[in-house]
Structure formats: C-alpha cells, structure tokens
C-alpha cells in the first residue's frame, strides 16, 4: 500500500508503534487490540479496508484481526454518530435506574438502540457490565468516558456538553 492510499496517518502508526514496542518482537500481533482502539478513534469505526490495513501493519491475516474486532464490543464494524452513547443494561444497572436512562435517551435523541442520529451526531448502544454498578446508571462516551449517575438532569447537560 503506498503512502498516499494509506488509511492510517502517520501519527497513528506512531502510536501502534509504541503499543508493538511493549512486547517482545516476535509478538507483535499482541498489540492488535491497541491498534484496532488507536485505528478507530481516528476513523471512529473499523471498515475492512482498515482492518486489513492494520492486520497488514501488524504483519497479521485481515481475518485475523477481524475475528478479534467482531468478538469486542468496543469496536464498531459500521459507522457510528460523532458521540457513541453506550448504557448499560445489565441488573445492577437496570435496578439502579439504566432503564429510565435508557428510554429518556431514546425520547431525547428519537432514536433507538444501535440508531444513529439523522445528522450523524449521536449513536445509542445498549452495553454490557462496565464496572460501576455503584455508580449506576452509568454512560459511556465514544468508549472513552465514564458518566455516573445519569439522571434526566445528567443526560441533558451532557448532551449540552457534547454540543
């Protein structure tokens, strides 16, 4: 692939450097799941010319690099809004109010889950156990940012926030 057709900048092969550099060289291919996070914020999601482009880099097979992109859910195989919303569903959550989080957000954005805003801004995910049932209901910003106790009054200045 020549310089000009490459999907990844410069910058970004940067970083996947320094993720290949904390193994053992042999073991490059134990970086691809920071390659793939690296590769997605910078596209926002992981088209298969992507894919194929970091397996290339990683010196992996494309399906390879697929099968671990398809099996985490941190990773989007089509196109998502500017901010990816993931709630999480799961009991403790859902005991603390994820429910309600939920529906205000889909009344909010008038989307549903894995819909996209019609100006492309905003992607609602339903996701798993975060980790923070005691902060519960918790959001999830474009994989990145934890947001604790999201009421209605939460979820509209966040919304503000994002723009």
Not at 14 to 31: C, G
Not at 88 to 107: D, I, R
Request: glycine fraction near 6%; aromatic fraction near 6%.
């Amino acid at each position: 692939m020549s310089d000009t057709q490459q999907l990844l900048s410069n910058d970004a092969r940067a970083l996947i450097d320094r993720e290949v550099a904390k193994y053992p060289a042999e073991q490059k291919r134990s970086a691809v799941m920071g390659a793939l996070r690296i590769a997605q914020t910078e596209h926002r999601w992981l088209s298969n010319e992507l894919i194929a482009e970091v397996a290339d880099y990683l010196e992996m097979a494309p399906v390879a690099v697929y099968e671990v992109a398809s099996f985490y859910n941190m990773y989007d195989l089509k196109p998502v809004g500017q901010h990816k919303l993931t709630v999480c569903t799961n009991l403790p959550c859902a005991l603390s109010g994820a429910m309600t989080t939920a529906e205000y957000l889909k009344q909010k954005l008038g989307i549903g889950f894995g819909e996209t805003t019609a100006d492309g801004k905003y992607t609602l995910v339903e996701g798993e156990c975060m980790g923070a049932c005691g902060s519960a209901p918790v959001l999830l910003v474009n994989n990145h940012k934890m947001c604790s106790h999201m009421t209605p009054d939460a979820i509209d200045q966040k919304l503000a926030e994002l723009g």
